[in-house]
């Protein structure tokens, strides 16, 4: 049997990633790492994250031998896919916030970049914003609120627009935000909550975010053999890993069921 796949994020996140992998290649064995003990990633310093992630992964790698680990989580990769590459003999492919996409589509030349507090403060993000979106206003805006929004909704409670509305509030009521219509969703929780985020809008936006993009990522350095299976209907079972076991875990089943995660074990 082929190794799976690694999908890392500190919740579910990289749900959000996932699902796109899925749908292109659905004979990858899948395992699913949430680093719920170290959650949440966006409220923490850089050097917590630097020295965390890599650590981290490097058990999962040597517990599951994946082909390849995604690292589906905007804060860990603008921090750590350095060091997460230096550390690991194997393949990473980073979450990249959606800055180019989003000013590719921007027809008012203002756009919004939603991530946590530690993804919008990188200098990555300037760099993007600076290569990309050179002729944009480009605002940004820190939200640990909508990541554990997200977490609620899919452990089965619910989340209405209202309440996502104050975060989007938070790109809009800058100056120049009147006129902003693509928000980049620099944290992988939040295409999770995007039906409740456009349903808040006040002005016409579109949202975008990096998974499609990683899924043809993996398409392409995993080859033409792991996009063949893709034709072969049924997707195979994977596995979601937690690094702490709590009630949150045991809400997610139904979740995780939906994205194919059959079953549950910490590491
Ligand atoms: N999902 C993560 C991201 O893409 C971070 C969520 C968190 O733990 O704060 O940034």
Redesign the pocket.
């Known amino acids: 049997m082929t190794a799976p796949i690694l999908v890392f994020?500190?919740?579910v996140?990289?749900l959000s990633v996932l699902g796109p992998i899925r749908s292109l290649l659905p004979g990858l064995g899948i395992v699913y790492a949430a680093d719920n003990a170290?959650?949440?990633?966006?409220?923490?310093s850089e050097a917590e994250i630097a020295a965390r992630v890599p650590a981290l992964l490097g058990r999962l790698v040597e517990r599951f031998r994946p082909q390849l680990v995604v690292i589906?989580?905007?804060?860990?990769?603008t921090i750590a896919l350095s060091h997460v590459r230096a550390a690991l003999d194997v393949a990473v492919v980073g979450?990249v916030p959606a800055v180019k996409p989003a000013a590719e589509r921007s027809l008012s030349r203002v756009i919004g970049v939603l991530?946590?507090a530690?993804?919008v403060r990188q200098a990555y993000v300037d760099r993007l914003s600076a290569e990309f979106a050179g002729d944009c206003l480009v605002l940004r805006h820190g939200s640990?609120r909508l990541?554990t929004l997200a977490e609620a909704k899919l452990a089965g409670e619910t989340v209405t627009a209202e309440d996502v509305a104050p975060e989007l509030r938070g790109l809009t009521d800058q100056p120049g935000g009147d006129r902003m219509d693509m928000v980049a969703l620099?944290?992988?929780?939040?295409p999770l909550l995007q039906d409740e985020l456009a349903a808040a809008a006040t002005q016409p936006l579109a949202f975008v975010d990096g998974g499609a993009g990683i899924a043809r990522r993996v398409a392409h350095l995993l080859g033409p053999d792991a996009g063949q299976r893709a034709g072969q209907g049924v997707p195979l079972p994977g596995r979601a890993v937690f690094t702490r076991a709590d009630a949150h875990v045991d809400a997610l089943a139904r979740a995780l069921q939906g994205f194919g995660l059959d079953s549950t074990e910490i590491l």
């Open positions: 994020d500190s919740g996140g990289g170290g959650f949440p990633y966006g409220t923490r589906a989580c905007n804060t860990a990769s979450t991530g946590t530690a993804t640990a990541v620099a944290c992988t929780h939040f």
